[in-house]
């Protein structure tokens, strides 16, 4: 009897462990948290998961929804304290899913276009599985340039420069053949803004860096950055552009193109600096460098910089040093050193501005291959406007007064290029045209003129005469004012 209890007592222990372990295999992941950014074009929701799992991702119709199946997980989290507003869902629901599993269903209000990723575990967060929703056709910023309408944009320039190459330089005769002006009446100077494209970096799910006091990079240069676009967008004759306005991730490719579909004059990228040191301090600037970095500390911080984009949502099999087949070419090379030049020029008055605010950690614009310098066709740099792992520049990038400081600062350098070299078509080029000397001689074309002919009947040679313009190309028209170089 003893011996049949012994028995009975050791199977029912191993009948719970087993009964245990299949519970254990039958869940064996759980979704412990769940998070949810909203961007003007895309939403992103990642599920914190306590192992690794296998997602399947679907979308149904009538009405919209979007189906993400998890195999062998179960949900430890609340999904009802989602912060839904400003995105393209609804609700989630979720339940058991038919042979086991978790089923999460977002019901949405537009069309979408999911995609999903796993990413694996870092020094912040565990395994988690990615699902972002892009609404087509929608744009990161606000009031977007018509596509349309910047091809043409384009196509003109292009025409521009092609005829800009062809004329000779110097005192021309007019050919014979040579057609007269196009008979179209003068239209108003543009007087267009100087569009700056202001970046705050990080966001969303990547947070930056964090202070001692718990600061991250990614909330103190949004507001840095706000505050910037206020300055620009409150001055005649500019505009800012934010590549994001909240609490979202974009990645760093996209921020750069986001500048270049909003035909940016100049890209800046903010941030705030860390070391594993508390003791570093002071803002830096930094251009892009063809040839790598200048110094350990520049190449140390492209490399943390680019890293970001690993939580962005590149699955780690791609490398992140640029391979940008953009910059071959002879005429592009051209093109990167005069970004690069205005570049460093810029930099350098930026760097005057923010000594008289903040300590410099560089007396000098650094270079180094950050990825969201890599435009060759417009001067951006990357600004780290101090030290958050200082606690003393951790209190005072927090500080709204330093924060105005900051950002006033970083504009006046900015504003003081710009005012030197307006780029054509610009109300500071109206301005500074029309503040030219008195002694300036003007000329109004008359149906039949030439460009060549008015730079024979006054003197002076062609390419002179356009300089003195901004005329990219040969074309005039009548009733526009041309100013006449003395010779």
Known sequence: MEMKGIAARVYRLLAASFLSLVAVT?????????????????????????????????SLANPRRLVIDLDDTQMDTDPSTLPLHDSAITSVRTGSR???????????????????????PNDQYGHRLVVDLEYPGESAVENPIDPIEA??????????????????PGIEAPSV??????????????????????????GGEDPG?????????????LEIARRLAA????????????????????????????????????????????????RPQGSSVYALSQRGATSETAQWLADSENRSDLIGGVDGSLSLRDKDQVLRGVLLDLTMTATLNDSLSIGGQVLEQLERVNRLHKSRVEQAGFMVLKSPDIPSLLIELGFISNPDEERKLRDPVHQTGLSRAVFSGLREHFERFPPPASLLAWQRDNQRSPSSNEYRIQSGDTLSAIAIRHGVPVNQLKQANDLNGDVIRVGQVLQIPSS
């Open 26 to 58: 039958a869940h064996a992941s759980s979704v412990e948290s769940m998070r949810l950014w909203a961007a003007p074009d895309h939403a992103r929701l990642v599920f914190d998961l306590s192992s690794a799992t296998t997602a399947n991702v679907f």
């Open 209 to 221: 860096a964090i202070g001692p006091s718990g600061t991250r990079e990614k909330d103190v240069v």
């Open 177 to 202: 053949n040579e057609a007269p002006a196009e008979v179209l009446e003068a239209k108003p100077h543009p007087r267009r803004d100087i569009i700056i494209a202001v970046d705050a970096g990080h």
């Open 231 to 278: 300055e620009i967008n409150g001055t005649p004759g500019f505009k800012a552009v934010l590549t994001r306005d909240g609490d979202y991730y974009i990645g760093l490719r996209q921020r750069t193109t986001l500048a270049r579909e909003q035909k940016a004059d100049f890209f800046v990228s903010l941030h705030a600096d860390a070391f594993t040191s508390p």
């Open 98 to 120: 038919e042979g086991g599993g978790l089923r999460v269903v977002l019901e949405l209000d537009r069309a979408i276009e999911p995609r999903h990723f796993t990413l694996t």
């Open 151 to 168: 091809m043409i944009r384009e196509q003109e320039i292009q025409v521009q420069r092609a005829s800009a190459q062809a004329q000779l």
